[in-house]
Structure formats: structure tokens, C-alpha cells
């Protein structure tokens, strides 16, 4: 496969990790939810509401 493809879900990835982050959720374990899903887990993410 292409390698620009996995430099591209990589990077999601991390953005994910740093928008969790930023919703008091777990960076790391909205990472690896990310390598698997990608997009989806993107959208779960900007859907969902700041924890308390």
C-alpha cells in the first residue's frame, strides 16, 4: 500500500489522541480506538461531550 495512506491515518490518529485529551478523555486509548477506526472514531469523538 501506499505509504502516504499510513502517514495520513497516523496523523488522525494523534489529532484524535489530542482532541480526547482536550475533552478530559484518555488521549492514549482514543489513539489505539483510532488506528483501528479512524474516521468513525473521529466522528464518536467531535459528537461527544466534555467529561466532567
Given amino acids: ?6 502517514v495520513g491515518w497516523g496523523t488522525l490518529a494523534l489529532i484524535n489522541a ?8 484518555s488521549g492514549l486509548s482514543w489513539f489505539l480506538l483510532s488506528i483501528f477506526l479512524g474516521p468513525i472514531a473521529t466522528l464518536a469523538l467531535v459528537l461527544s461531550d466534555k467529561r466532567l
Avoid at 489530542?18 to 478523555?25: D, E, H, M, S, T
Fill in 1 to 6: 500500500m501506499n505509504t502516504e495512506y499510513y
Fill in 18 to 25: 489530542g482532541l480526547a485529551q482536550g475533552k478530559n478523555r
